[in-house]
């Protein structure tokens, strides 16, 4: 552009990549925009004038992409050997994550899978809710068992379940009547409404006798009000809770800190991160199957709200996926199989609540569910578990899409209503022999097993990493090497 003088008054840049592209002309602000970002991608060279190697960040985010119950525990155990870091992020005494050590079975409700190794720091982030007497409880229990928890962090940003918690939470089931929840009762739901309603306390004040007090007293009043006004029950007492709370923060007082500098130091300085999710992605408090569903968010994103990191800080997104599906709790559930086949499937896999011992509904593999799962969190690989239960079945079902009225939808509902009155479409696969543990190649699975995990792997555009044949660490084919 030129004035009336004839003098140029606005420069436009004249950018040329490769001889094969069309040169693009455009005005500066846009031009220093693009050229900012490509110089940002331009590897910085050492004196000698080769490009340094791109920065580590073996960040891993472990995600359900079912009901919960995936075998996170597992997968996340399998993971954590090589690990030098295993991060909660999200959840609370809700979770039950079965690791099996030398034979032995440990549940862990709290405690993130990597307390196991005495050699990994295991962190609570601040994005769990710990109810500190399951937590010493856990400790102590482990300890007794000949593990050693030298290695625990615990966020001193998190949140505390307190007895008024778990209370409130059976009387709000309770009120619910048919339409209830099915929670795990363990005050989950009420200490995270409690935190966005800012009358929570945190484990900091648990180490502070006087901030414990002044902060405690007038929220237990409220809440007395509403557990005798409202429920009718008797109110609590605030001194045995005091003793008993400020007991445990004594017992955890070494273990506290601000865990998100710790995180981030260990990414930095590359060592490698492991982010354990608890639930699963139709549990998430957004995303899920809404009112039936946790007060977390279990999604690869509550990994950088729960333990203070960067979304540009994950490295990889490990779906873990059911080969079949199963949902503890009520609400809607299009593959659930109420017949025998179901039952058998639930005996054969011990389907039964880690946490509340309640028995699994189950039903077949359900891909619409599994697709939304990898587009929510961004799965770079799956994690198969649990394909020995289905062993010796004569026909295996997968749904890959529901059928409503008379539409064939390909995407997970937003109305558990309408999911309600879905019907799913189904692919049947033969069925397999009993699968060998000791497998380490994919070809040497049975040819029906490949084309089940073949359909998986086409029907959620992810590839698979890990297929789980068994309990035991010993009994996992890995296909693409995670850390
Ligand atoms: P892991 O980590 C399966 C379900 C409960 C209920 C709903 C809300 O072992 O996979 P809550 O107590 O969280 O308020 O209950 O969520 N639920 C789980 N289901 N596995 C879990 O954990 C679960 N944690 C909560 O059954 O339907
Ligand atoms: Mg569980």
């Avoid at 846009?30 to 190697?53: D, M, N």
């Avoid at 440990?106 to 500190?132: A, E």
């Avoid at 001194?239 to 004594?250: K, Q, T, V």
């Avoid at 409503?404 to 558990?416: A, I, M, N, Q, T």
Wanted: proline share 6%; with cysteine.
């Amino acid at each position: 552009m030129k004035d009336q003088q004839g003098r140029r008054t606005q420069y436009w840049c004249h950018i040329e990549f490769k001889p094969s592209c069309k040169p693009l002309s455009l005005p500066p602000p846009a031009a220093y925009v693009i050229l900012r970002a490509v110089v940002s991608q331009v590897r910085p060279h050492t004196r000698e004038g080769r490009a340094q190697a791109p920065e580590i960040m073996p960040a891993v985010v472990v995600v359900g992409s079912q009901w919960g119950d995936e075998g996170k525990g597992k997968v996340s155990d399998y993971l954590a050997f090589d690990a030098d870091v295993v991060v909660r992020y999200q959840g609370g005494p809700n979770a039950g994550h079965t690791v099996v050590v030398d034979g032995h079975e440990i549940q862990l409700h709290l405690l993130p899978t990597g307390i196991v190794y005495p050699d990994k720091i295991s962190v609570i982030g601040n994005g769990v809710v710990v109810d500190p007497e399951l937590l010493v409880q856990e400790m102590e229990d482990l300890k007794k068992k000949g593990h050693d928890v030298r290695g625990l962090r615990i966020s001193s940003r998190a949140h505390l379940i307190m007895p008024y918690h778990r209370i409130l939470d059976a009387l709000q089931e309770e009120g619910l009547g048919a339409r209830k929840i099915g929670t795990t009762l363990k005050g989950v739901g009420p200490a995270y409404m409690d935190k966005s309603a800012r009358v929570g306390l945190r484990v900091a004040d648990l180490l502070d006798k006087e901030t414990f007090r002044d902060r405690f007293l007038p929220v237990l009043a409220d809440k007395n009000r509403v557990i005798q006004g409202f429920y009718g029950r008797e109110p609590l007492e605030p001194e045995p809770i005091i003793e008993s709370y400020l007991r445990c923060g004594e017992y955890l007082r070494d273990y506290v800190t601000d865990t998100s500098y710790l995180v981030n130091d260990a990414i930095r300085s590359g060592k490698k991160v492991l982010f354990e999710g608890a639930q699963g992605t139709l549990l998430d408090l957004d995303h899920g199957t809404y009112p039936y569903v946790t007060s977390s968010h279990p999604i690869a994103g509550g990994a950088c709200i729960g333990a203070g990191i960067g979304p540009n800080r994950i490295d990889k997104v490990i779906g873990v996926v059911k080969a079949f599906t199963s949902r503890v709790g009520d609400g809607p559930f299009p593959t659930e199989l109420r017949n025998a086949i179901g039952d058998s499937v639930r005996e054969r896999g011990h389907e039964y609540g880690a946490t509340t011992g309640r028995p699994r509904r189950i039903g077949w593999l359900d891909l619409v569910i599994v697709r939304y799962a990898a587009m929510l969190s961004g799965f770079t690989s799956l994690a198969v578990t649990r394909l020995d239960i289905l062993s010796n079945m004569d026909v295996v079902k997968v749904a890959y899409a529901y059928k409503h009225k008379g539409k064939v939808l390909r995407e997970f509902p937003d109305s558990y209503k309408v999911l309600e009155e879905c019907e799913p479409v189904y692919r049947d696969f033969p069925g397999w022999p009993d699968i060998d543990p000791s497998c380490r190649e994919f070809s040497g699975l049975h040819p029906n097993v490949r084309s089940y995990l073949e359909f998986i792997q086409e029907e959620t555009g992810v590839p698979i990493s890990i297929v789980s044949l068994g309990r035991e660490r010993s009994e996992t084919l890995v296909l693409e090497k995670v850390f």
